[in-house]
């Protein structure tokens, strides 16, 4: 069984378009992350929910709209997709508001063209 | 905010030596301090972690050590293995309510059989 589970893993798109990025976790956590790795390998935060609330939301811009329908659920919907935005994608998530350590997800790699 | 930095970018060592990766953090308040693995294709893992009540944790061939005065901490990886080859992370976090991983910028480990 996934732990942590990503769809799509892979996701070529154009400039301007709308995407979405799906995770999953059968952990039983309570809180999820979204990280971003850019080319240079780079780990960056960018947003936490707990129990369905958002708790971090670090400077991104906002066409990126995290959505948690429930604590095992955490979404990324990208609006007018631009070049930068091609990265890695990572889910992750973790018991007691991050007190224990994260399980990532295998990770979305985003091609914009 | 908590910045970490880590050396060496690279890293490349005979099957059989020893490793070391150094980090460094700025915020004093950090207290837990994970390191991850990442194989290619792979999100990262967590092969070890130190709380800062603890200087030094080992896990058979792993052992990390952490200076809270100076505020560094290092990954020391023994016997090193080809399947050791990766790229390794280090993150620091302190608890204000949740907690925040932090990460350095990564190094890439090559053991060479």
């Known amino acids: 069984d996934t732990a942590v589970s990503q769809t799509p893993k892979y996701l070529v798109t154009q400039m301007g378009n709308d995407k979405s990025i799906k995770c999953e976790q059968n952990l039983g956590h309570d809180t999820m992350y979204w990280y971003k790795q850019d080319s240079k390998k780079f780990l960056k935060i960018m947003f936490s929910y707990n129990n369905k609330e958002l708790i971090i939301n670090e400077t991104v811009p906002n066409r990126f709209s995290p959505k948690s329908p429930d604590k095992a659920h955490l979404n990324l919907h990208i609006n007018s997709l631009e070049l930068g935005d091609s990265a890695v994608y990572f889910c992750?998530?973790?018991?007691?508001?991050?007190?224990?350590?994260?399980?990532f997800g295998s990770g979305t790699r985003l091609t914009v063209v | 905010g908590e910045n970490v930095e880590q050396h060496p970018s690279t890293l490349s060592v005979q099957e059989g030596d020893s490793a070391v990766i150094k980090c460094t953090y700025s915020?004093?308040?950090?207290?837990?301090f994970p390191w991850y693995k990442q194989e290619l294709g792979k999100g990262p893992q967590l092969i070890i972690d130190?709380?800062?009540?603890?200087g030094e944790k080992k896990d058979q061939r792993i052992a990390v050590t952490l200076n809270k005065t100076a505020k560094h901490f290092s990954l020391h990886i023994t016997e090193t293995q080809p399947e050791d080859s990766a790229v390794y992370f280090c993150a620091a976090s302190g608890y204000t309510g949740f907690q925040k991983l932090v990460f350095g910028t990564g190094t890439r480990l090559l053991v060479s059989p």
């Open positions: 992750a998530s973790s018991p007691d508001r991050g007190r224990a350590g994260y399980t």
């Open positions: 915020d004093s308040a950090s207290n837990y």
């Open positions: 130190i709380r800062s009540n603890v």
